[in-house]
């Protein structure tokens, strides 16, 4: 049996950052919150005058909740709410790599401990509520009434 011989490029750059695994797509949606910020606050603020970490954090936070809760774009400004939160988680990398940011993260606990603590109530849930089949409700849902109806006297 023969071999293919290989580019010896292919075996320098395997061993390089994987760029190709991010999507081009999250790509394209984080630039439309960089431009939004860029115009707003200016291009590359972040790198010369700083950042702390609770207030972009705080902002990606709030983003991600409105989108989970089902609202697609800020209504301040239009832009896509995970478009703002993936600039806001990008800005702290980036300030983060600059040496530009202000690590304001709260006191340490054991956040770790304590989850993996939590995580067996999981299963136990689980195994309890086996029997039982509730519907569980989704964003398709806001078109239906789901209130239940009052009975008339």
Known sequence: MTTKPTNP???LGAKKL????????A??????GMLNGALKYGRSNFRAVGVRSSIYYDAARRHLDAWFEGEECDPDDGVPH???ALSCIAIIVDAKA????????????????????LTPHVTR???LHQD?????????D???????EVGHN
């Open 125 to 127: 849930l689980q195994k």
């Open 9 to 11: 490029k292919d075996f």
């Open 82 to 84: 995970l478009a703002a």
């Open 27 to 32: 790509t394209a949606m984080g630039c439309l």
């Open 132 to 140: 039982r089949n509730p519907k569980h409700y989704t964003k398709d």
């Open 142 to 148: 806001n078109a239906v009434d789901t209130t239940p």
């Open 98 to 117: 600059a040496g530009k940011l202000n690590d304001d993260r709260m006191l340490a606990a054991k956040y770790r401990e304590f989850v993996d603590e």
């Open 18 to 25: 994987p760029l190709h695994l991010w999507p081009t797509t």
